[in-house]
């Protein structure tokens, strides 16, 4: 008996990664050799003394099982629901695998991966190793791909991701465009954040994002293809920490609580550009303490995944997920009050394309990468696409990626 | 003038300012510059902390902060929390552009403050935005070093931020004739982005006499310049036993990680030299880089 499963709505490999989220899926039996329907399954994950573990929804506003009993006819699709058990996350691609059972028989076993964000700090070697791979191979010793998202941080761009509402949408997107590079390399791979405002010494050392010495040049070990990494014609990284790495958060910066005490309304929270984030970036010397060069560092990623990763626990915390909601962004912007590009129905450059006043005169990277297991937030999204990135308010709008210390909305 | 002269008077004639900068900073200025200072200063520092966002709405407000930044008598971490919030601003303030010129000409004021740790981050500021003045003083450093302001390592590495082909003769030199080892290895960085310097690279690449990490730092600029002549090079540098594990070890990564993949699995030479390596007495290093590469190449 052969039972075809989808995930995200595809039988392909790539689509086979989830997170916090319930994906949709499907079970469909085939005809052939010993097919006899109807039968009675059971979904249940592959035993296993580590990695990943997910959790079953008869339909996506059900309560989560550790198994589900489907019935499935031959050719008919059958439509559940998976999603990462929270807190369980995987450390490598398929790690967690979907069995089919009929009575103690597998009829089929599906490998599939648990993949979120995590801080930094606590990646396993094998994380670590395979982010900064595919991180060093976007790069590409300057020659790669990364080039366009060096280009598209810069003074020219900024009017359009920075000192107005649309900052933290904006840059939700860049994370995202990144993000879905690196997996097109290695799709195992999920953007870490650089929790800021706690010390982080497993991310500055030589085998991850490096170590600077005292003339602010990041040095790595010789097994960190990392020390390939260039930018304008020039090799390697400019960084000079103005704390200590081991054993400091950033400097001056907002600690997680008083950010998200900041206010329940978006035009309070967003005061957060200033600090944390601005603070964070200017707690070292080198290129990611100024706009210009920020994104020359790849230390930039990982301290956006953080600036985002607050956001999404604000969003959680007060429930601002909804774009109709008024406290869930600037008030201004559903009437089109905000510079082009800040309100929510407005596309967002580069990945609109639109260059010219009063956008920037090129438009670098194309549009925004897609992704085989999700489909938003389209090729040029939006403002209002970037706010629902669970998919809570409406599925269609999930993004594929979550944050490890925060559940399903 | 020789780079060896001009070395030699660049750690003997620096300025006073600048000694006296130097040693604050080796004692400890991260520690310094991070938070230390009196219950007075840490008030004025957490009142900055909380100022970026309307920075440059404030026309007193921002003159109080560019004058604490000028103010060579006020205590060191103050001054750079003052740096600091105009940097977050630039960042986060809508309107920072209109403030822009006067926390500039506030910078350029200070590039010969006594501190060094200040004049380091001032010169830093203006580099990354590209100011011609800071540029030519930075060359006029390391054309003259009595004038330096920064170190010779330190000015070659700001200048790396907009490389100006004016900056190339006095890198060369400094390859020659380095001041310290730290010198050589920035002004090697800024000459990696000149195609014309890929045979001097090539060189320092194969001379087994130049220490490791120059040797390695050659092997990532001839990555950019010249890709498939590193690989060459790379190759003959993990079949040569006689080579240091170090350099072994990033030549093997510089192929794992970038090698074409029917290339690597029909190189049964270098596959059994690899295999080799994986189970032999090196370092943990090289036997890890060895693991990685006999994953992703072997047949």
Known sequence: MAIEVSINGSAAPGARYVTWAPSPCSARLQAGAGATSPITVTLRNKPSASGGTVVFYSKATAAPANTLSLTLTVGTPVSFFVAGEFGKASVSDGDVALQILNGTTVLSETPLMVRIRKNANTLTPGERDRFVAAFAQLNNKGAGRFVDFRNIHTQAGK?????????????????????????????????????????????????????????????FSPTNPLQFWATDGTPGIIRRPLFNVASEPAQNVLTEAQTLALGNKFTLFRGMEGNPHGFAHTSFGGSISQIPTAAKDPLFFLLHANVDRLWAKWQKKFGRFNTTLAAAFDSNAATGGNRIGHNLSDTMWPWNGVTGTPRPPTAPGGPMADSPSARAPGLKPKVQDLFDYQGAVAATSWLGFDYDDIPFA | MSMKKTGKTATKKRPAAAKKASAATASGAKAKTAGGGSRGDKEQIRALSSMSGDICEDAKKLQSVLDMIKDASAPLPVRMAALQTMLAASFSAANFDACRPDFLAALRSVVADPELEIRQRVLGILSREHDGYAQQVLLDGLREPAKALLPPEKALQLLSYDIHTEAYPVARQIIQNPPNPAAKLEAMRLLAADAASAPVFEKILRNKREPEDVRQLSASALHGLDPQKLQEHARKIVLDKSEGDQLRATSLTAITQFAKHPDMIKDSALQKRVDELRTGEGSAALKRVSRRFLAKFSR
């Open chain 1, 159 to 219: 009017p359009e991701a920075h000192g107005a509402p649309g900052f933290l949408p904006w840059h939700r997107a860049f994370m995202l465009d990144l993000e879905r590079e690196l997996q097109a390399i290695d799709p195992s791979v999920a953007l870490p954040y650089w929790r800021f405002d706690q010390k982080a010494p497993a991310l500055f050392t030589l085998d991850f994002l490096g170590s600077s010495n005292s003339n602010g040049t990041v040095q």
